[in-house]
């Protein structure tokens, strides 16, 4: 039998890491997957290093590959039996970062460097000649058109 399961999706909201009586560390959280019809947001829950490490090196808004299996539990309140399914990972792969990818775009657009640009003559005149010649090597010469 095969009971596991593997999400792609971003973390949805802050990490905390919490310790039991037993003091095995755990984190409670929730991804953000999307499907064909909108966004699913599945709660899961790591345990021991695991959690440990995913609360250390993420954060709300990263995307994480993560794998494990589900886990059912079973509560008696007065008197009827209610079930519960569990999604407990079993390993997490860190893909990125969202602070280092808005860092990123940021960089991509800005224009500061902009004001520093200087228009040099003689490159200019480099790249046409260049340009002329490599024309002329392919047969087509721009003088010879009539407008």
Do not use: W
């Not at 609360?55 to 995307?63: A, E, I, L, P």
């Amino acid at each position: 039998m095969l009971n596991e399961f593997k999400f792609i999706g971003r973390i949805a909201r802050d990490l905390e890491l919490t310790t039991k009586e037993n003091m095995q560390a755990r984190c409670n959280f929730t991804l953000a997957v999307n499907n064909a019809y909108g966004t699913d947001f599945l709660n899961i829950t790591a345990f021991d290093k695991t959690a440990e490490n995913l609360v250390k090196y993420n954060q709300k808004g990263d995307m994480v590959y993560v794998e494990g299996y589900v886990s059912t539990n079973k509560k008696s309140v007065n008197g009827v039996d209610k079930y519960y399914m569990n999604l407990v990972a079993g390993r997490i792969v860190y893909l990125s970062n969202k602070k280092v990818e808005e860092s990123e775009n940021e960089l991509e657009h800005s224009t500061d460097n902009l004001d520093n640009l200087t228009f040099d003559d003689k490159q200019h005149t480099e790249v046409n000649e260049n340009n002329t010649t490599f024309q002329k090597a392919k047969g087509f010469v721009t003088e010879d058109l009539p407008f």
